[in-house]
């Protein structure tokens, strides 16, 4: 019997070195308990977490040994990082991919050689950076039945300077200066992450809204911020996953508290 596609190119993308991991079918979220930390190469491991499942989507876990990864988001004609990321490529930031992959949005996922960097996001320019210790969706994955398309592969290994993007799109000294983050702060970023994931259906995309409009009076949605309240809205099982937290953080900087949903500011004390 023939595998499935999914089994096959989660075989051949760890014969690469790239570790993968299985998400449930149609989502990004990971089918296994320990998410991005079960990431394998192991063929056997793979041919045992598709073989029962074989349409279980496809994860690759970013950062070396796997690729470095920067993603375009493309939420309609004004709201897309296609300009900033032509922007990037006049200024000689955006080298040659290893793969261009086009999302189930109209978005891209350009790969890049794997790297030690942080993840991170500038949600104002539409684009987010996934290296160690993140993971992507990858083809022949589909979600909301949409696939995930191969545009262009080559043989290259450029690495991507994400803090160097970073500086040309928000220059440290254009930036508003947050005040040292106490200790007391420190710990409010853990009681809102905390108050998102016990949030129940119903009422996680209001809490997350809510949290990230606070952690944003705070000095505290910066990029680690982001990622921490992102994970803790699928810990939570928000609907929507990872790109439903993510466009409701940058709600959250966009407009501010949603008068219409304000949440008891005790709660998530």
């Not at 493309?74 to 793969?99: I, M, S």
């Not at 809102?192 to 809490?207: C, I, K, M, P, S």
Request: with cysteine; hydrophobic share 35%; glycine share 8%.
């Amino acid at each position: 019997m023939k595998p499935s596609p999914r089994l096959e190119a989660a075989l051949r993308y760890a014969a690469h070195g790239w570790p993968v991991l299985a998400l449930i079918p149609g989502e990004k979220i990971p089918a296994t308990r320990h998410g991005v930390k079960d990431a394998t190469t192991d063929p056997d491991k793979i041919q045992w977490l598709w073989s029962r499942h074989p349409d279980r989507n496809v994860g690759i876990a970013t950062g070396a040994p796997g690729p470095d990864v920067l993603d375009v988001d493309n939420h309609g004609d004004t709201r897309n990082g296609f300009a900033v990321l032509n922007r990037l490529k006049r200024e000689g930031l955006v080298p040659q991919a290893t793969a261009i992959v086009a999302t189930p949005r109209q978005g891209l996922h350009l790969y890049f050689k794997g790297t030690g960097q942080t993840n991170g996001a500038m949600p104002r320019h539409h684009l987010d950076y996934r290296s160690a210790a993140g993971y992507v969706v990858a083809p022949p994955s589909q979600v909301n039945g949409r696939p995930y398309l191969v545009v262009r592969h080559q043989a290259v290994a450029h690495e991507f300077d994400w803090q160097a993007a970073r500086n040309l799109l928000d220059p440290p000294e254009r930036r508003p200066r947050p005040e040292h983050r106490t200790e007391p702060a420190a710990g409010q970023l853990d009681r809102l992450t905390a108050f998102v994931a016990r949030q129940e259906h119903g009422n996680r995309n209001a809490g997350l809204h809510w949290a990230a409009c606070r952690a944003a009076e705070h000095g505290l949605l910066d990029a680690d911020g982001v990622e921490r309240l992102v994970e803790a809205a699928l810990r939570s099982g928000l609907r929507g996953g990872e790109r439903e937290a993510r466009r409701t953080i940058e709600s959250a900087l966009r407009r501010g508290p949603d008068p219409t949903r304000q949440l008891d500011r005790e709660a998530a004390s």
